[in-house]
């Protein structure tokens, strides 16, 4: 049976966040907020990890790093690809949303 570096990635790196959240909890409250950011990050990427389908040789080459997700989590940390503003459109495009539904109400309501 071939070996499925997907799954083998997946398991690696859950083991790493289990380890990452093992660690917090030993940490002061002040030090686990400090680090958040960090948890919620590598959260998103294991279920990233979890839910897509990489081929075989980038899987394979995640999976040979000593710490896949920390190292996702490091090159996320220096891409350019600014949360802020993604959070920023999805506040705008909600606002929008809003706006638009309270409009069809005010219709409906008349």
């Known amino acids: 049976m071939a070996v ?9 790196a859950q083991k790493e966040y289990d380890d990452l959240i093992a660690e917090l909890k030993e940490l002061p409250s002040e030090q686990v907020i400090e680090r958040a950011y960090e948890k ?3 959260e998103n990427i294991l ?4 839910d897509s389908q990489r081929d075989q ?18 090159d996320w940390l ?3 690809v600014s949360e ?8 705008d495009d909600t606002a929008k949303d809003v706006v638009k539904e309270r409009r069809e ?4 309501s008349r």
Request: aromatic share 10%; proline share 2%.
């Open 47 to 50: 279920c990233i990890l979890e």
């Open 105 to 108: 109400k005010q219709r409906e």
């Open 57 to 74: 040789k980038e899987a394979k080459a995640l999976y040979l790093e000593k710490y896949p997700l920390d190292r996702a989590y490091q």
């Open 84 to 91: 802020t503003a993604m959070l920023r459109d999805s506040i």
């Open 4 to 12: 499925d570096y997907n799954d083998l990635l997946y398991e690696k």
């Open 78 to 80: 220096k891409s350019d």
């Open 40 to 42: 919620v990050i590598k």
